[in-house]
Nanobody
């Protein structure tokens, strides 16, 4: 199992930007599909974005497409989520996930999860 540690969350005004990072402790990081999910209070955990390991193909939820960008640095075992034009509805705990899978929105396809980082967008 991969150990994942997120950072970069915080409080930002609507229209602002944040960059989340997720550091992974695994030697074969480039083989893993990495994803971001988020969970707002009282709601289910929702898919945000994913990036394939070897080919770096990406996939986004419709709600963030054009505003968020997922990227990775395989040399540093880190995945990023650049969030621009943030909206109050983006407020949630953001989780990083890893799995030896294709690009998928299904949480159960990822077998390693971080502890989460809080993102709060004020109106």
């Amino acid at each position: 199992q991969v150990q994942l540690v997120e950072s970069g969350g915080g409080l930002v005004q609507a229209g602002g930007s944040l960059r989340l990072s997720c550091a992974a402790s695994v030697s074969t990081f480039s083989r893993y599909t990495m994803a971001w999910f988020r969970q707002a209070p009282g709601k289910e955990r929702d898919f945000v974005a994913a990036i394939f390991g070897p080919g770096r193909a990406t996939y986004y939820a419709d709600s963030v497409k054009g505003r968020f960008t997922i990227s990775r640095d395989n040399a540093k075992n880190t995945v990023f989520l650049q969030m621009n034009s943030l909206k109050p509805e983006d407020t949630a705990v953001y989780y990083c996930a890893a799995g030896l899978t294709w690009l998928t929105v299904r949480p159960n396809e990822y077998d390693s999860w971080g502890q989460g980082t809080q993102v709060t967008v004020s109106s």
